[in-house]
């Protein structure tokens, strides 16, 4: 049984340990200190909302942050699903839907007009789940990125 919640300041170890396999699993360096100072800025600054799924032992074993942002045309708030991970060894048991779920929940409680997110094209099994959970890709838009060395 796998139950999903709103991580707060006394989640940041946990969540701190799931973030980081998260980035390592992007190729970046381990990082726990850097990990745990960024979750508890975020947090603390009310920057981002995380989700957290844990196990019957209360063991986090997933998590999903979202950032908020703003649509001019809807004006109105917009999420930005930016980290999704699972252990491993958790894998193929739809905690990934259940976190996406949460984050839908999120946008309709906020009253928000939506959740966009970025993946890479070869991301094989994140394209179909994002699809069979009902989000769309977008064919009509190019996508820029401007990145300080």
């Known amino acids: 049984m ?3 919640r709103k991580a707060t300041l006394e989640d940041i170890e946990q969540v701190a340990q799931l973030f980081d396999a998260y980035r390592v699993f ?3 360096e381990s990082d726990i200190d850097t990990a745990q100072q960024f979750l508890t800025e975020r947090i603390s600054n009310k920057e981002s909302v995380v989700f957290i799924a844990e196990n019957e032992a209360k ?3 997933g998590f999903v942050q979202l950032y908020p942002i703003f649509s001019s045309t809807r004006m109105k708030r917009l999420w930005l699903l930016n980290d999704l991970f699972i252990q491993p060894n958790y894998r193929g048991k739809r905690i990934s839907i259940q976190l996406i779920n949460a984050s ?3 946008v309709k409680e ?3 007009c939506g959740l966009i997110l970025e993946t890479a094209k070869d991301n094989a099994i994140g394209n179909a789940l994002y699809l069979r959970e009902g989000f769309t890709l977008d064919t009509e838009h190019n996508f820029y990125e401007y990145e300080v060395s």
Do not use: G, P, R
Request: proline share 0%; aromatic share 6%; no cysteine.
């Open 26 to 28: 992007y190729a970046q």
């Open 110 to 112: 906020s009253n928000s």
């Open 104 to 106: 839908k929940q999120l």
């Open 2 to 4: 796998i139950h999903i």
């Open 59 to 61: 063991e986090s074993v």
